[in-house]
């Protein structure tokens, strides 16, 4: 065995570990930490993969912010000796079903998927690659989605200011 | 084996093949890896235990006072003594504490520093893994600590653990922002991410001087954010002592106390590495055009003291702020923040970007 499969072994075992925990712990920020390291061990793989740009990103903004985010929210609204209730028997059944059904349709999908190797060599993705592709509109820019995701995100900032803004009544 | 003290990639690079010619690559990698770690580990704990003693005589010196002076010649076994006394107190359980979370916070702040300080160029050839994103794989990897500050808040179960992580947690999201513009700004000047060639680009000056305006701004506002980013003083709202008795940290106790008090110097040691490396040349000599003697006296000194001499110099201004500033009210903070750093910030991106088009940089 080499080190990149074991590598991949303990990510990937991580990741599914930890996956499950996440949805079966029920104390409400240690759900919120294992999400963390399902993340974590997400962007160790994509490490793993010379990937370092979607890596890093993988870090900022799903660990580094939006889990921050999740558990500031918990700070703000849950005490400590909450905890969730234990699931109906029923729901726990159906639950069941529906990931056994989903693992089955994914594994069965990549089984039977002939995965061409492709014989192009690696190409080396730099930052200067990504930010001109961002920019482009040419063959293979994004310039469109770019720009369409900014408008979604200041009609978001927008909406956010709105709710929080304090009407004044007198 | 030759060991030249200006380059020490030959070094490393016929330790490499050495181990490579002896063992099988699977374990020569591992053992290359716990090289680096066991390297990293003894820096981290000198680089801490000389960061403890240096705050408390700077502190003392600032102050009219004298500082440690008792153990060894003007105390500098002082924070050895104190850290022998850390690893044997008790450490106190909190029954009312969620258990696995209160312990694993420390470890979740002081891993996210363990793994910035890796992509930190030391010198020619000191530097461990050279990411081709290398600065925003810092910033990523420097904004995990947070979580453990936050986690360790609540998990406390005590109010004043709570307030100091929650002030924590509002305070480093929002400067965050303001520190990853100002090494944007730096990045569109250097023209890549890569801290090796954002090294090598100011060989001929650093981008302090080269720069103009807007660097010098980059640099003031980066020093302001990442004095906040560490929770240090003026902005330590998160464990103000007269306060919140000891703010997030209340309810810990001897190592797992001492793990959140080293990753705080650490941090403070990786936001000058990178003050260094964006700003003041990393460990690029002092050339000054023209002046040939001149530089060739300042290419005798190694580039890792250069390093060293830099970042302990910006270690000293960022020492100079806690001990001179009083504390930040919290909504004065994110006022300073969202109003003022941020809008200079981006109207300073922008302006560099002109620089840079209009090649008006040296």
């Known amino acids: 065995m080499t080190g990149n499969q074991i590598m991949f072994i303990v990510f990937s075992a991580m990741i599914v570990i930890f996956s499950i925990l996440t949805v079966t712990s029920r104390r409400i920020l240690r759900a919120a930490t294992f999400l963390l390291f399902v ?85 080396d993705i730099n930052m200067n690659l990504i930010g001109n592709s961002l920019i482009s509109w040419g063959e293979q820019g994004y310039a469109l989605p ?25 | 084996m030759a060991f030249n003290i200006y380059d020490l990639t030959s070094f490393n690079q016929s330790i490499d093949k050495f181990l490579y010619d002896n063992l099988p690559s699977f374990w020569a990698m591992i053992v290359e890896m716990t090289i680096i770690g066991v390297a990293f580990l003894l820096f981290y704990a000198v680089i801490g235990l000389f960061l403890v003693y240096a705050e408390r005589k700077v502190c003392a010196f600032i102050q009219n006072r004298v500082g440690p002076n008792r153990v060894g010649p003007y105390g500098i076994f002082q924070t050895i003594a104190d850290f022998i006394k850390l690893l044997m107190k008790e450490i106190i359980p909190i029954r009312k504490a969620d258990q696995f979370l209160f312990n694993l916070a420390p470890f979740i702040v002081i891993i996210a520093s363990f793994m910035a300080i890796a992509a930190i160029p030391f010198g020619l050839g000191l530097h461990a893994i050279d990411l081709n994103i290398g600065i925003f794989y810092v910033m990523a990897v420097s904004s995990l600590g947070v979580i453990g500050v936050l986690l360790a808040g609540w998990s406390s179960n005590n109010k004043y653990s709570l307030i100091g992580a929650m002030r924590s947690g509002a305070q480093i999201v929002s400067y965050e922002l303001s520190v990853g513009l100002s090494m944007v700004t730096i990045v569109v000047l250097a023209g890549s991410m890569q801290l090796s060639e954002i090294v090598e680009a100011q060989r001929n000056g650093w981008f302090i001087f080269t720069g103009h305006v807007p660097a010098f701004i980059a640099f003031i506002i980066f020093m302001i954010a990442s004095t906040a980013e560490t929770n240090r003083g003026p902005f330590d709202l998160a464990e103000a002592e007269s306060e919140l008795t000891a703010g997030f940290h209340t309810e810990y106790s001897g190592i797992k106390f001492a793990f959140f008090f080293l990753a705080e110097y650490m ?24 002046w040939e003697g001149f530089n060739h006296v300042m290419d005798i000194i190694p580039p890792f003291f250069w390093y060293m001499g830099k970042t302990l110099v910006v270690i000293f201004l960022m020492m100079w702020f806690k001990w001179t500033f009083p504390r930040l009210r919290i909504d004065q903070l994110l006022k300073l923040e969202w109003k003022y750093l941020l809008p200079v910030n981006l109207f300073n991106l922008i302006l560099m970007a002109l620089v840079v088009l209009m090649k008006w940089h040296f």
């Open chain 1, 146 to 170: 770019f720009e369409l995701i900014s408008i979604l995100l200041l009609a978001a900032m927008i909406a956010a200011i709105v709710v929080a803004k304090k009407i004044k009544t007198n």
């Open chain 1, 39 to 123: 993340l974590i061990s997400t962007s160790g793989l994509y490490f793993m993969l010379n990937f370092q740009f979607l890596a890093a990103v993988q870090l900022t903004l799903y660990a580094g912010g939006i889990v921050v985010l999740i558990i500031f929210s918990i700070l703000l609204t849950s005490h400590i000796d909450e905890k969730f209730e234990s699931a109906a028997l029923l729901k726990k059944v159906y639950g069941a079903i529906a990931s056994i059904l989903g693992a089955v349709l994914v594994i069965n999908t990549l089984i039977n998927y002939t995965f061409v190797p492709s014989t192009e060599a690696a190409k």
């Open chain 2, 267 to 290: 941090n403070m040691f990786i936001v000058a590495s990178i003050a260094t490396t964006l700003f003041w040349g990393g460990w690029m000599p002092l050339h000054i055009g023209g």
